[in-house]
């Protein structure tokens, strides 16, 4: 069942570019150009209902999922900019956001079956239940089984069809659920007027290309992150660090490097490391930063040598040529130059890699780490 691979979590990271394909293939029009700019190239099957007079997003979802709802944020805001909030599941429910008639509520979830993310969507559906129809009909899941608790509780669904994911660390459902927030970004983007068409037709093609690309990591950096990560075998703690549409990629390698590692890791967006965590950093403290082209780049930058002053091991992801990144960084993880916009999808790989060989290294259970389960099914 694990075709070749010592684990599940490494055959998963490897289907990562199957599961964007099938995506493209799923919800995008491959032949829509500017051209066709009046409608639109996604195809959600959604209803019209849970659209219509939109003013705001709010999402719900725990562990990774919550890493996909922030990247989610970052398209919704910027590309169909409608306002958006991100909340844990767990803090929604005891303390819900007041309730505003045009908003629609997002439960993000691979399982289906997470009890926080249930027990908030359940209690949005009731406090929805004496309103207007399609004030009720405006919750959507976000999930890799539809077929789940979920599915039963909301009237619309996206299916990120990942196919089953065993690994307890998720690594496919995550790169799905990225896919499926491009998608309902760039329609609502489309039906509202938001995005000029050649901005939307460039995006398009940034997607199509991102199957190859991902390939192209896998390809060329496993082996080198196999060989880095006994570097780290020993190592106590980590820092990621990210900025923008990276941030959330920054969170997102640090929980999947504590999660089957046990290393003690955290993510930061890198402009809040001045304000105190840069204290923890020294010799034995390597920092990951994620640096991509785009609106915050020369930020990173600069953050990143801000830890390199305190004598942290720099590594970089980065798409910067040789030269200049190793100027830069004391090591570098090179990916490919993508849209900004896109560079989640190919920045989270490398990270999965180094957690995964990390993990290994150490001999660890990495598809069933001590003390979690697949789906959190209780309180
Ligand atoms: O099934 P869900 O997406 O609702 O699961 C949410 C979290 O429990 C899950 O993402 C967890 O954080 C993973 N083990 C992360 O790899």
């Known amino acids: 069942e694990k075709q070749g691979f010592k684990h599940f979590m490494l ?11 099938s995506c493209l293939e799923n919800y995008i029009d491959s032949h ?20 219509a007079d939109l003013q705001q997003i709010q999402i719900v979802a725990c562990g990774t999922s919550w890493h996909a709802a922030l990247v989610g944020k ?12 991100v909340q844990y599941a767990s803090e929604f429910r005891y303390a819900p956001s007041p309730l505003t008639p045009n908003t629609l509520t997002i439960g993000v979830t691979q399982s289906g079956e997470t009890a926080d993310t249930l027990a908030a969507l359940a209690m949005e559906k009731q406090r929805r239940s004496g309103h207007a129809s399609e004030f009720q009909a405006r919750l959507l899941g976000i999930t890799n089984r539809p077929e789940s608790s979920l599915g039963d509780l909301v009237p619309h669904i996206i299916d990120t069809h990942a196919g089953i994911e065993i690994g307890v660390a998720a690594t496919k459902t995550f790169v799905a659920q ?31 290309q991102l199957p190859a690309q991902i390939e192209a990591v896998l390809e060329s950096q496993e082996r080198y992150i196999e060989q880095l990560a006994h570097d780290f075998a020993e190592t106590q703690d980590f820092i990621f660090l990210g900025r923008g549409i990276n941030f959330p990629i920054a969170l997102e390698g640090a929980l999947k490097l504590k999660e089957i590692s046990y290393i003690h890791a955290e993510g930061y967006p890198a402009g809040e490391m001045k304000h105190g965590p840069i204290a923890l950093l020294d010799a034995k403290v390597p920092v990951v930063a994620i640096a991509m082209p785009g609106t915050v780049f020369e930020k990173v930058l600069s ?14 992801v980065t798409p910067m040529d040789e030269h200049e990144a190793a100027e830069t960084f004391d090591t570098v993880i090179p990916v490919p130059h993508v849209d ?7 920045t989270v790989i490398p990270l999965q890699l180094l957690a995964y060989h990390i993990a290994a290294r150490r001999g660890l259970d990495v598809d069933q780490p001590r003390n979690l389960a697949k789906s959190v099914t209780v309180e």
């Not at 829509?32 to 659209?51: G, K, M, V």
């Not at 998608?183 to 000029?196: E, F, G, N």
């Open 74 to 85: 970052y398209l919704l805001e910027q590309l169909a900019e409608l306002p958006t909030s």
């Open 303 to 316: 953050n990143a040598q801000e830890a390199k002053a305190r004598d942290a091991r720099l590594i970089g």
């Open 340 to 346: 900004e916009l896109l560079s989640p999808i190919v």
């Open 32 to 51: 829509w150009t500017a051209a066709d700019h009046r409608h639109s190239p996604i195809r959600l099957n959604l209803s019209a209902d849970l659209y």
């Open 178 to 208: 990225l896919m499926a927030f491009y998608c309902l970004a760039i329609d609502l983007a489309q039906q509202r007027q938001v995005i000029a068409p050649a901005q939307l037709e460039q995006l398009l093609v940034g997607l199509q």
């Open 11 to 21: 055959k998963e990271i490897y289907e990562q570019p199957g599961v964007v394909r």
